[in-house]
């Protein structure tokens, strides 16, 4: 493409949105999955407004330039990974809201930051619950385009369960709305839902209505320490079989050692694995299902159980947990997996993964939202060392093997991305992947949004 075609688009824009700076550019190339393989954009573009999205994808497909969306570039997944020859599309600069406390919804560009959002909705005595470990720096887009999911969603669910609304920018720049602040809406197909986790290969989304809750109520933590990960997924379906808490998660001793390495907390380095839960129902009954939970931590062979009232106790160790990925992380380079399971098969998974790591002789920590069977493997390695390079890669397919075997999917929250493209197909089945590639074909003839990631 010329610098001409470029200098095209630049002139249709404000000063400014149109970015051609090298330094700048590589800074682009990459999201946090730090793909190898991406490309270098010819240019980067922050608009605005809708109305300069719609003349960012006019100009694309006029001129067949692949357009990849980007959020905060903190996407696990290579999905916002550049292509050489195309350019990158952030929404960063796209950053109002407006808060409706009468119907309780928010209507908010895609730059916000989700912690951003929660941030602003509080002031009304709202609450935005979805809370990916990454809110203080993930954006709303991007939450939206992965279906982002987080430490509350065993109770509260996930982001697709908190959009009512969209505007999204087709390909060809047709700006179309979706749903609104209605609670209760079915009429036509449910489009809005289609975006939601479409990983920015259908539109751009320029505009989310959110659904809000009023503000949780303070949480009772019950944190538990096990000689082994066995004894800690017993437990987490003994809880969920009688209570639904609004947090379970799971660290396992190697993210136990990595957070103790940076927080120095005074965690069991023994340990096998550390559950972290809690229950926010109000008055009394948050206070039994923590004791519940204890007893449950108790029964299968916890250590230690120690509980709390106490918010700044209990969000202690919550840090933690939210810690565990770039603690790990200090060790070495990561693979980082997504994959999910029935709750039956969690400790099948788990236990699973014990054995890969070693029998492929790699550092594999597990870290999970337990409450719901969505886990997160991190498989470290150094890729300076091709024979460790190339175990870690094996060892990355033969986990969303296993997870598929038990029942599972080789993504719960993070998406397909570039990453996890070639296992798509044999999940989905023949008819499934064929249907999802009609839709993008139908919605993107030219294939110019995000080639090479997803479908």
Not at 1 to 17: K, R, Y
Not at 157 to 172: R, S
Not at 177 to 184: D, I, T, V
Request: one cysteine or more.
């Amino acid at each position: 493409m010329s610098s001409s075609t470029i200098a095209l688009l630049s002139s249709q824009l404000s000063d400014g949105v149109v970015v051609t700076d090298p330094d700048i550019l590589a800074s682009y190339r990459q999201d946090r999955a730090a793909d190898p393989d991406a490309g270098t954009p010819l240019a980067v573009v922050r608009p605005t407004r809708t109305e300069e999205v719609q003349t960012v994808l006019r100009w694309a497909s006029e001129h067949r330039i692949a357009v990849v969306p980007r959020g905060m570039g903190t996407g696990l997944s290579g999905g916002a990974t550049a292509v050489d020859g195309g350019i990158v599309l952030s929404t960063e600069k796209m950053r109002d809201i407006t808060v409706d406390p009468v119907t309780r919804t928010a209507v908010v560009q895609p730059g916000l930051l989700n912690a951003e959002v929660k941030k602003a909705v509080a002031a009304y005595g709202l609450w935005y619950p979805p809370d990916p470990s990454s809110f203080e720096i993930c954006s709303i887009g991007g939450n939206i385009a992965t279906n982002a999911g987080g430490l509350c969603c065993v109770k509260y669910g996930v982001t697709t369960d908190y959009v009512l609304g969209l505007q999204v920018v087709l390909a060809d720049g047709t700006a179309v709305h979706l749903g609104g602040p209605r609670l209760k809406d079915v009429a036509g197909l449910s489009l809005t839902k289609l975006f939601v986790g479409s990983e920015g290969t259908l539109g751009v989304i320029t505009e989310v209505t959110l659904r809000l809750l009023p503000a949780q109520h303070p949480a009772h933590t019950v944190v538990a320490t096990f000689p082994d990960v066995r004894g800690a997924t017993d437990a987490v379906l003994a809880i969920t079989a009688k209570i639904r808490p609004s947090m379970l998660e799971f660290m396992d001793n190697v993210a136990i050692n990595a957070v103790e390495d940076k927080l120095r907390m005074g965690l069991d380095r023994s340990a096998g694995a550390i559950m972290v839960a809690a229950s926010d129902d109000r008055g009394g009954s948050g206070a039994d299902d923590a004791e519940f939970m204890a007893q449950a931590f108790r029964d299968n062979g916890a250590a230690e159980v120690f509980t709390t009232s106490d918010p700044e106790e209990g969000e202690a160790f919550v840090a933690a947990r939210r810690f565990a990925i770039p603690a790990v992380e200090a060790k070495g380079s990561l693979l980082l997996e997504d994959v999910g399971v029935p709750l039956s098969a969690l400790p099948d998974l788990v236990t699973g993964i014990e054995k890969l790591a070693a029998e492929r002789d790699l550092m594999i920590s597990v870290i999970a939202h337990a409450g719901d069977g969505n886990t997160h493997p991190l498989i470290v390695f150094d890729p300076a060392d091709a024979d460790m390079a190339e175990r870690a890669q094996q060892a990355f397919g033969e986990i969303m093997d296993l997870a598929v075997r038990l029942g599972g999917t080789i993504t719960g929250e993070h998406g397909v991305g570039r990453l996890k493209k070639p296992w798509l197909a044999g999940y989905l089945g023949p008819d499934a992947m064929a249907l999802n590639r009609r839709i993008k074909d139908a919605l993107d003839p030219a294939g110019i949004l995000n080639p090479g990631a997803l479908i």
